[in-house]
């Protein structure tokens, strides 16, 4: 018999759905995680050319200490979708190469999958590098009260947390496979998403 491929998944969603939850059964099931939020921001601390491609295209966008100024770059580009388009062609490309390489070196140490955490994982290429990309999506009431007892959010300010975001319907369009959360209790959808991955991977081993 040959030696069985590592699985890549994808996972995605809005924010209280879930998706942390799908992810620490994934970790049992000895998946390594990539948190593409942390990869991006530790790019943007050590990787020169990132650093000198957003300098290039947006001036002097990195604080003096390093970091990067993101009230300064979040004023420049969001509300312009030609500077959005832009920071993403330069952002895009570099965290699918960083992403690919963390890919290699999981391969070599045999790990059985990894599931790759991100919010754009369809924009921005990133599931093209995965066998199936999953969304984890749940009602908006439900994710209302996540919502606010997580971040501390009032409920207007929840409502419009998720009136910002993609709807059910673009999941169910680009992603393989979509799962709402309904359950009443994180140890129900810790069963559920339990049995929910051993059915895709499954599918993805015929």
Same mark, same amino acid.
């Given at each position: 018999?040959?030696?069985?491929?590592?699985?890549?998944?994808?996972?995605?969603?809005?924010?209280?759905?879930?998706?942390?939850?799908?992810?620490?059964?994934?970790?049992?099931?000895?998946?390594?995680?990539?948190?593409?939020?942390?990869?991006?921001?530790?790019?943007?601390?050590?990787?020169?050319?990132?650093?000198?491609?957003?300098?290039?295209?947006?001036?002097?966008?990195?604080?003096?200490?390093?970091?990067?100024?993101?009230?300064?770059?979040?004023?420049?580009?969001?509300?312009?979708?030609?500077?959005?388009?832009?920071?993403?062609?330069?952002?895009?490309?570099?965290?699918?190469?960083?992403?690919?390489?963390?890919? @290699? /070196?999981?391969?070599?140490?045999? *790990? #059985?999958?990894?599931?790759?955490?991100?919010? +754009?994982?369809? =924009? $921005?290429?990133?599931?093209?590098?995965?066998?199936?990309?999953?969304?984890?999506?749940?009602?908006?009431?439900?994710?209302?009260?996540?919502?606010?007892?997580?971040?501390?959010?009032?409920?207007?300010?929840?409502?419009?947390?998720?009136?910002? @975001? /993609?709807?059910?319907?673009?999941? *169910? #369009?680009?992603?393989?496979?979509?799962?709402? +959360?309904?359950? =009443? $209790?994180?140890?129900?959808?810790?069963?559920?998403?339990?049995?929910?991955?051993?059915?895709?991977?499954?599918?993805?081993?015929?």
């Amino acid at each position: 018999m040959g030696e069985k491929r590592m699985t890549v998944l994808g996972l995605t969603g809005p924010t209280g759905a879930g998706k942390t939850t799908a992810l620490e059964v994934l970790r049992r099931m000895d998946f390594q995680v990539i948190d593409c939020d942390a990869l991006y921001y530790r790019l943007l601390r050590e990787d020169p050319a990132l650093r000198q491609a957003l300098r290039d295209a947006f001036g002097e966008v990195f604080l003096p200490d390093g970091s990067l100024d993101r009230r300064g770059l979040a004023a420049r580009v969001f509300g312009d979708s030609r500077e959005l388009k832009r920071l993403n062609a330069i952002v895009y490309p570099a965290m699918c190469t960083a992403v690919g390489q963390i890919l @290699q /070196k999981c391969a070599q140490n045999r *790990r #059985k999958g990894v599931a790759i955490d991100a919010v +754009n994982l369809v =924009e $921005s290429g990133l599931g093209e590098l995965c066998a199936a990309t999953v969304a984890v999506t749940a009602p908006p009431e439900l994710r209302l009260g996540r919502i606010m007892a997580r971040d501390g959010l009032t409920e207007e300010q929840a409502r419009a947390r998720i009136a910002a @975001q /993609k709807p059910d319907g673009w999941y *169910r #369009k680009h992603c393989t496979f979509l799962l709402e +959360n309904r359950a =009443e $209790s994180k140890a129900a959808f810790e069963a559920l998403m339990e049995e929910f991955f051993e059915g895709v991977l499954e599918v993805l081993s015929e």
